[in-house]
């Protein structure tokens, strides 16, 4: 890293999908500091916030492939659905032996290894969708290509967007894509039943849906600035026999919230190994 805390890069970096995850990456590259010239996008069409970010720093944008050189790493963040067609095209880029850095869901090391090069060092990782604001974690997993000096510039990059976490083996995305990947769609439908609840204890909805946003945001950022436990943060707000205690003699019974989630993370670990296969 340079004194700044931008990424120390030799080559350029290819960053191939501008949208709204790849957008947060770029936009966070940028501002660490990294050299706009050693930059290049590969998106057709990428949302106006990043077409904007794109010609406001003169990065490059679209060049032929077959005219870069020096090429140290590639960032695969595109959609999955046409990883197939993308990769057909910047595979080419592997006889530069970049490492390939992917951020996109359900697509295993060995996808990136059959289109760069079976020696291709690869990471796969999924970030979370508050990586969009700087506050996401993700998680990497590396192949045994990858040079430590390769892992500490993919979290360097990674950290663009959030926290970084390591997994010795790839297989544990899966986890972590149900855990964290999946996750705040589970704390997005928390607020909603948190509100709908208010509503049939007799609130207006919107005052309901108002106290739920607030009270789940805030929850987090307690967690997020205090970094105590979320277990002791639990405690110190349930008094005993008060409403809290009572509330969460529901939540916490053995058919409660927490038999629920299990099951809920099972499913969608069970999911993301049948994508990913």
Request: proline share 5%; glycine share 10%.
């Amino acid at each position: 890293m340079t004194a700044d805390g931008a990424a120390r890069l030799a080559g350029k970096l290819v960053l191939v999908g501008a949208g709204k995850m790849g957008g947060a990456m770029l936009e966070g590259w940028l501002g660490a500091g990294i050299d706009p010239a050693q930059v290049v996008v590969i998106d057709p069409a990428p949302p106006e916030t990043s077409a904007a970010l794109i010609a406001a720093h003169g990065v490059a944008h679209n060049p032929p492939l077959e005219r870069l050189s020096d090429v140290e790493v590639v960032v695969i963040a595109t959609k999955p659905q046409i990883m197939d067609e993308v990769l057909a095209e910047v595979g080419r880029l592997g006889a530069m032996h970049p490492l390939v850095l992917s951020i996109a869901a359900g697509k295993t090391i060995a996808t990136f290894e059959a289109a760069f090069g079976e020696a291709s060092a690869v990471i796969r990782s999924i970030p979370n969708t508050p990586a969009a604001i700087g506050r996401g974690i993700t998680a990497m997993a590396a192949n045994a290509h990858v040079t430590p000096a390769q892992a500490d510039l993919a979290r360097t990059l990674l950290e663009a967007i959030g926290e970084v976490v390591s997994v010795d083996e790839e297989g544990l995305i899966d986890a972590v894509t149900a855990v964290s990947g999946s996750g705040p769609a589970y704390v997005f439908y928390l607020t909603e039943c948190l509100a709908k609840a208010g509503a049939a204890a007799g609130l207006p909805h919107e005052l309901a849906m108002q106290l739920a946003r607030a009270t789940v945001s805030g929850a987090g950022e307690l967690m997020h600035l205090s970094g105590v436990p979320a277990g002791t943060l639990r405690e110190n707000v349930t008094s005993p026999k008060g409403t809290t205690w009572a509330a969460l003699q529901v939540l916490m019974a053995d058919d409660g919230l927490e038999a629920l989630m299990a099951r809920a993370v099972a499913a969608a670990t069970k999911r993301s190994r049948e994508l990913a296969g």
